[in-house]
């Protein structure tokens, strides 16, 4: 079973800039897809982006242009670069891998434990 673990949230100023990485217990070549949900207080975990090993990528509309997720092969990381920050990412970020994607759906694996990201002035 894969295992992740999530880093590099924090508190930073609407407009700002935080990467969040992914560090999985396999290599990170070998899984085919991976993805960072959100889940804000009171909300519904929603999905953020999604990776497949073949390159796929897919964005939530809400963070299309903002947000870049990535793997970083030499540091066996997922990362997601997010830039132009805004008050409503703030949200407890989680990695999952080893799920599935197919017909633009993603299906969830194994989950990591979350890191807060807060975005205020």
């Known amino acids: 079973q894969v295992q992740v673990v999530e880093s590099g949230g924090g508190l930073v100023r609407p407009g700002g800039s935080l990467r969040l990485s992914c560090a999985a217990s396999v290599s990170i070549g070998s899984i085919y897809a991976m993805a960072w949900y959100r889940q804000a207080p009171g909300k519904q975990r929603e999905l953020v982006a999604v990776?497949?090993?073949?390159?796929?990528?897919n964005y939530a509309d809400s963070v299309t242009g903002r947000f870049t997720i990535s793997r970083d092969k030499a540091k066996n990381t997922l990362d997601l670069q997010m830039n132009r920050l805004k008050p409503e990412d703030t949200a407890v970020y989680y990695c999952?891998?080893?799920?599935?994607?197919?017909?633009?759906?993603?299906?969830?694996?194994?989950w990591g434990q979350g890191t807060q990201v807060t975005v205020s002035s």
């Open positions: 990776s497949t090993s073949f390159g796929i990528t």
């Open positions: 999952n891998a080893d799920g599935d994607y197919s017909g633009g759906i993603y299906s969830e694996g194994n």
